[in-house]
C-alpha cells in the first residue's frame, strides 16, 4: 500500500505533533505499507524526521500564499497522487475539494462546529475564518470515503452541523510523548505550604476566548483572600484580545503580579520541567476537539481541577474535580477541594496517571493504519466489476 498524506496546510501545533509522532512510531511492513509520501511546506517536512519509505514532496508553489496552496490542492494533487500509485490520501488537516479517491480526512478543530463558541470572538476576521472552516470541512466530511474523530463528543457535535456522513467513521484518540509520564509524587497537608512556599497552581494553554484564563485568576484570588497560600502559572502564546482581557484582570487583582505568573509560549521540549514544579493542574477550556494538554497534565502525575465542558469528562473520566469555567466561584470551589484535602490530592493524582497510560501514539498510529486499510478494501469492493 502506498499511503499519500497532504499537509498542506499543516504549518505546527497540534496537527504537526499529531502527523510528526504518527511516522515516529510506525512500523511500515506491518501494515504491508511500500511508501509514504508527504506533501508539505519546506518547513513542516525539514522537521519531520528522515526514514527510508518516506518520500517528502515540498511543491514550488507552496512558498506563495494560501490561495495558491489550495489552487494546487484543489486541482493538482489528485493528479499527483493517482501518477505517483497512492492507494488512499489521508488528509489530517481537514479540508479536501479535490477528486482523488479513496480519502480519509480527520476533524481535528472544534472551533468551527460550536457556534456558541464563535460568537466568544464577536464580529471579526477570526470569527470569518471559523465560518469558511465550517463550510469548507463540512463539505469534506460529507464527501469522504473515512473520517476520523478524536473523541465521541467531537463526532456529536460535527454531526450535528454536517448530517448523517456517507463514509466510514471512527474515533481515534491522540497519543501521548512519554517524556510526560512521571509517576505522581507524596501530596503536602495544606498546612504545609506557605507564602514562602506556595501552592503552585499551573494552567497550560493557549490564551484565548474559550480557555477563561482570566476567571481563573478571579477564583485564586478568591481562594487567597481565604488565607490559602497560592500562586498561579500560566503558560502558552495568546489571541491578542484574549490576552488584553487577561491582562485587565491581572491589573485589577494583582496588579504588582506577585502571584499571577504568565510566560508566554515555552518550548514544547521544555513544557515537560514546567509541569514537574507545579502542585495542581488547571484546564478551564469550554472547547476541545481531544484535550492534548489535559493529557499531558494527567501524564505529569498532577491532580486536576477541570472544565466540565467539551470532551473533558471523556478523556479524564474520574479523576478529576470538575468546574463550570465560566464561574469563578466554582472554579474556587474546586481548587478548594484538591488544596484542603491531601488523601483527594493523591487519589485523583493517581487515577490520572493511570488513566494516561492508556493513550499511546503507538496505539495511535495502529488504529489510523488499519482504518485506513479498510477505507482501501472498502473502496475497491465497491468499484469491483459486477459478474
Given at each position: 500500500m502506498i499511503i499519500g498524506v497532504d499537509a498542506s496546510n499543516i504549518r505546527g501545533g497540534g496537527g504537526f505533533t499529531h502527523l510528526f509522532e504518527l511516522l515516529r512510531v510506525v512500523e511500515p511492513e506491518e501494515y504491508n505499507i511500500a511508501r509514504v509520501i508527504v506533501w508539505g511546506g519546506k518547513k513542516t517536512l525539514a522537521a519531520l524526521e528522515d526514514y527510508p519509505w518516506l518520500e517528502k514532496v515540498s511543491p514550488p508553489i507552496f512558498d506563495k500564499g494560501l490561495l495558491e496552496r489550495a489552487y494546487w490542492q484543489r486541482f493538482k494533487l489528485s493528479g499527483v497522487a493517482k501518477a505517483l500509485g497512492c492507494d488512499v490520501l489521508f488528509v489530517p488537516g481537514g479540508t479536501y475539494a479535490?477528486?482523488?479517491?479513496p480519502f480519509v480526512t480527520m476533524n481535528q478543530n472544534l472551533l468551527p462546529f460550536e457556534w456558541g463558541e464563535m460568537q466568544r470572538y464577536g464580529w471579526s476576521l477570526t470569527t470569518l475564518r471559523l465560518l469558511l472552516l465550517r463550510w469548507t470541512q463540512s463539505s469534506s466530511f460529507r464527501?469522504?470515503?473515512?473520517?476520523?474523530?478524536?473523541?465521541g463528543h467531537a463526532k456529536n457535535s460535527v454531526i450535528k452541523v454536517t448530517g448523517q456522513l456517507n463514509g466510514l467513521t471512527?474515533?481515534?484518540?491522540h497519543g501521548l510523548n512519554p517524556r510526560f509520564m512521571r509517576e505522581p509524587g507524596a501530596q503536602w497537608p495544606n498546612s504545609n505550604y506557605s507564602e514562602v512556599r506556595p501552592c503552585r497552581l499551573l494552567y497550560v494553554s493557549i490564551i484565548d476566548q474559550y480557555k477563561h484564563q482570566w476567571n481563573v485568576v478571579e477564583a485564586v484570588e478568591i481562594l487567597r483572600n481565604?488565607?490559602?497560600?497560592?500562586?498561579?502559572?500560566?503558560?502558552?502564546?495568546?489571541?491578542?484580545?484574549?490576552?488584553m482581557r487577561l491582562n485587565e484582570a491581572i491589573?485589577?487583582?494583582?496588579p504588582e503580579r506577585s502571584w499571577v505568573h504568565y510566560h508566554g509560549a515555552i518550548p514544547f521540549n521544555e513544557l515537560h520541567l514546567q509541569y514537574e514544579r507545579a502542585d495542581i493542574g488547571v484546564f478551564a477550556s469550554t472547547c476541545e476537539t481531544f484535550g492534548i494538554i489535559l493529557l499531558e497534565t494527567m501524564a505529569a502525575g498532577l491532580p486536576i481541577a477541570c472544565s466540565d465542558r467539551g470532551a473533558m469528562q471523556e478523556i479524564l473520566g474520574e479523576a478529576g474535580v470538575y468546574f463550570d469555567p465560566e464561574n469563578p466561584y466554582d472554579i474556587a470551589d474546586a481548587l478548594r477541594q484538591l488544596i484542603k484535602s491531601s488523601e483527594l490530592r493523591e487519589q485523583k493524582a493517581h487515577a490520572a496517571f493511570k488513566r494516561a497510560k492508556e493513550f499511546s501514539w503507538e496505539r495511535c498510529a495502529d488504529e489510523t493504519l488499519c482504518f485506513l486499510g479498510k477505507v482501501v478494501?472498502?473502496?475497491h469492493c465497491n468499484n469491483e466489476p459486477m459478474s
Open positions: 479535490g477528486s482523488f479517491r464527501r469522504a470515503d473515512g473520517v476520523i474523530f478524536l473523541t471512527q474515533i481515534i484518540p481565604e488565607s490559602f497560600p497560592l500562586t498561579l502559572d500560566l503558560i502558552g502564546p495568546a489571541y491578542p484580545p484574549a490576552l491589573a485589577r487583582l494583582d478494501a472498502e473502496n
